[in-house]
């Protein structure tokens, strides 16, 4: 049975991120990877949009985010293609959104963050947007109102999250570390820490910890030092039955893609960021998300709905819903975007956001059980996977501080519970 000093269960960005930098820590250290997927990347770091920004409400997660994209853009710049674009996010806020906006830009001016204001008109004209929709009886019908202000938040874009896992797949490959895909973990291996042979084993006085994981057809993977649970959303699924707390919950995501032709063509034309030859992401009011793809000639859209959509797993592999773009993406589209809403999409899928509690991401070290789990990303585990896989691979290694990229410690205790940097979120996008 193959025994390892650490065992991370997850191939996603985080699992992968965390690979790397444990092996950077620790280089004599046996690392492998369980994944029931196919491939790196195969969960939710594969059906994401692959945005980022620096640019949050909370300062850790400014961090995370702003730490994360400097190490990216380094990468980028050592010689590896990572498809990014610095080309910005453009928030275009009703009165609803603008007070979290104005909060976020309040922060991002004490840090330095660079942000413009976009006259309404160059908009307007730029991207063929409706800003004067109120007193329409749909925008009454759909609570949102007129674009009453424009901003261009300038570090952030959009990369190919496909590139980002194949370089760390590669890097934590170079490294020494071993992976296993179509490789699910049933169960957490629970062991005392004196076998006595008895019935009921590990009994609560007898210090149970983590030994291993059980995977699909009962064959066992074991850690010496410490599991790593890095299943994203769906890490409650071994956590809890083991008697551990995930912290998060699943939420539905969807994305639709669009056809970007004619007048809706020329909009991948328009670039607010100098040489990132594409458009911003835009954010519209009620969240709604639209990220250019100029390489395929499509846009991607996002709306994120709270109440209605429940908490929980629908499917490993959830299925995106045609009415849900019918009746709540296309009716806010063709409000402020006409010109995207008449095509029908040519491409759907769907995911889930690994939900914490406050937005911000989940690190916790249950250091007699050795067990770690990794998670919570709450939409933005892309733009923040390196920081979180530096602090989950020091928490992992034993280590109560973790160096960000660019030299910043974090407590690794500052995303557990107990010593929680509770800071609230409010641009969960
Ligand atoms: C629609 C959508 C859009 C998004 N857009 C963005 C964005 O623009 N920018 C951004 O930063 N983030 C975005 N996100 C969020 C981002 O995708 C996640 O935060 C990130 O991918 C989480 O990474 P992870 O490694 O925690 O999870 P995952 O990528 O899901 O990785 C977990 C892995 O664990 C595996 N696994 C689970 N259970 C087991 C088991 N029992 N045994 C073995 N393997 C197991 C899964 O197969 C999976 O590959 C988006 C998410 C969605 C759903």
Redesign the pocket.
């Known amino acids: 049975m193959p025994i390892y000093d650490y065992v991370i269960?997850?191939?996603?960005?985080?699992?992968?991120a965390t690979a790397y930098h444990l092996k950077r820590l620790e280089p004599q250290a046996s690392v492998a990877v369980?994944?029931?997927?196919p491939a790196p990347?195969?969960?939710?770091?594969?059906?994401?949009?692959?945005?980022?920004r620096a640019f949050f409400t909370s300062r850790l997660n400014m961090l995370l985010a702003g730490s994360s994209i400097d190490y990216y853009l380094d990468v980028e710049r050592s010689g590896v293609d990572l498809g990014i674009r610095m080309a910005g996010y453009l928030f275009l806020a009703d009165e609803r959104l603008q007070a979290a906006l104005r909060e976020g830009l309040r922060e991002a001016e004490r840090l330095g963050l660079e942000y413009e204001e976009v006259p309404l008109d160059r908009v307007e004209e730029l991207l063929d947007l409706n800003t004067r929709v109120s007193g329409s009886e749909e925008a009454e019908l759909l609570g949102v109102g007129d674009i009453v202000e424009a901003v261009l938040v300038k570090r952030a874009g959009?990369l190919a999250a496909e590139k980002l896992v194949d370089y760390y797949y590669r890097e934590a490959l170079r490294l020494g570390t071993v992976f296993s895909f179509n490789?699910?973990?049933?169960k957490l291996i629970l062991e005392p820490r004196v076998s006595l042979g008895i019935e009921g084993e590990p009994l609560p006085w007898q210090d149970p910890h983590v030994a291993g994981?059980k995977l699909a057809g009962g064959a066992e993977v074991r850690a010496r030092k410490a599991i790593i649970v890095?299943?994203?959303?769906?890490?409650a699924?071994?956590l809890n039955p083991a008697g551990f707390e995930s912290f998060t919950k699943p939420k539905k995501?969807?994305?639709f893609r669009l056809p970007a032709k004619g007048r809706a063509g020329d909009m991948l034309k328009a670039e607010l960021v100098k040489g990132s030859g594409s458009p911003p992401l835009l954010i519209l009011p009620r969240k709604l998300l639209v990220?250019p793809a100029v390489e395929e000639e499509s846009v991607w859209v996002?709306l994120s709905d709270e109440a209605g959509r429940p908490y929980g797993l629908e499917a490993w592999e959830p299925a995106p819903e045609e009415h849900y773009y019918t009746l709540a993406v296309n009716p806010l589209l063709s409000l402020y975007l006409p010109s995207l809403a008449g095509a029908s999409p040519t491409g759907a899928?769907?995911?889930?956001?690994?939900v914490s509690p406050d937005g911000l991401p989940v690190v916790t070290r249950h250091e007699e059980e050795r067990l770690v789990i990794?998670?919570g990303?709450?939409?933005?585990?892309?733009?923040?996977?390196d920081a979180i896989g530096r602090i989950a691979a020091a928490a992992a290694a034993g280590h109560d501080e973790a160096e960000l990229y660019g030299g910043e410690k974090v407590e690794v205790a500052w995303l557990g519970f107990k010593k929680r940097r509770c800071e609230e979120e409010k641009l969960i996008l």
């Not at 369980?34 to 997927?37: D, L, S, T, W």
């Not at 990303?377 to 996977?385: A, E, L, N, R, V």
């Open positions: 269960v997850g191939a996603g960005i985080v699992g992968l369980v994944e029931a997927g990347g195969s969960g939710d770091t594969g059906r994401s949009m692959a945005a980022f959009f490789t699910k973990a049933e994981v890095a299943a994203g959303a769906y890490a699924t071994l995501r969807q994305v990220r996002q899928w769907a995911g889930y956001y690994d990794a998670g990303t709450s939409g933005s585990g892309i733009m923040k996977g």
